[in-house]
């Protein structure tokens, strides 16, 4: 069974400061993708980033910046220097297939509510 | 480019009364899915289109819960008749195609309330 764990349930920090949101997944595949979702307030979820079990290499955009370990199952992300509005609670989610030649879905982890204090 | 759009925002009911939500997905998506999102949780698929298909309704409650997607297009999931465990935002998302990359864009959500 897929399985996506983010241990963090709320973190405050106050504005400037850098954070890390953890993720912790499982998966009997070989091949998979995880992807980072941002919920503001408003209610949509927003699409941050995509990221192949292939490619281990660290991206960085902007402020944001992931860091991918296969070894230990980890796919955390870091907010530099944080801002007010980036409060919003943030989803991890793994890529699993399910019934159907090549359908997949999302498997979300709990998230992580990020509040910044000005 | 418009996104997905998703009414009501918001709804409150009594038990035992019938309500729908409907979406309206990105033009040009073929895939469209419903999720349950609880409060304190991530969202959890209910059901999948392909098209106007339903390939993935494995986790519907179908004694009160149904889904249609008329031409491949908007879609309307209704509760009939509405628990007090029905309160739950419930998302709507689209994509091109259900591969294992597949990026879905969600809408804002309609928060159910049943009183």
């Known amino acids: 069974a897929q399985k996506v764990t983010q241990a963090q349930t709320e973190i405050s920090v106050v504005e400037k400061e850098d954070v890390t949101l953890d993720c912790v997944y499982e998966?009997?595949?070989?091949?998979?993708?995880l992807f980072w979702y941002k919920q503001p307030p408003s209610g949509e979820l927003v699409f941050l980033i995509r990221?192949?079990?292939?490619?281990?290499q660290n991206e960085i955009s902007g402020r944001y910046s992931w860091n991918f370990q296969k070894s230990t199952s980890s796919f955390n992300f870091t907010i530099t220097a944080s801002q007010v509005v980036d409060s919003a609670v943030y989803f991890c989610?793994?890529?699993?297939?399910?019934?159907?030649?090549?359908?997949?879905?999302?498997?979300f982890g709990k998230g992580t509510k990020l509040s910044v204090i000005p | 480019e418009a996104g997905v759009v998703q009414s009501p925002r918001y709804k409150i009911i009594e038990k035992k009364q019938p309500v729908a939500f409907w979406c309206n997905p990105i033009?040009?998506?073929?895939?469209l899915y419903w999720y349950l999102q609880n409060l304190g949780q991530g969202p959890e698929l209910l059901i999948r289109?392909?098209?106007?298909?339903?390939?993935?309704d494995s986790q519907l409650p179908k004694d009160r819960f149904s889904a249609e997607r008329l031409k491949g297009v908007d879609s309307t999931l209704k509760i009939q008749p509405a628990e007090l465990g029905d309160s739950a935002v419930y998302l709507c998302?689209?994509?091109?195609?259900?591969?294992?990359?597949?990026?879905?864009?969600f809408g804002q959500g309609t928060r159910l309330t049943v009183v």
């Open positions: 998302a689209s994509s091109q195609g259900s591969g294992r990359k597949t990026e879905a864009f």
């Open positions: 289109y392909e098209n106007e298909e339903a390939v993935d």
């Open positions: 998966t009997r595949d070989t091949t998979y993708y």
């Open positions: 989610a793994l890529s699993e297939p399910y019934s159907g030649a090549g359908s997949y879905q999302l498997t």
């Open positions: 033009s040009g998506h073929n895939t």
């Open positions: 990221r192949n079990s292939f490619d281990e």
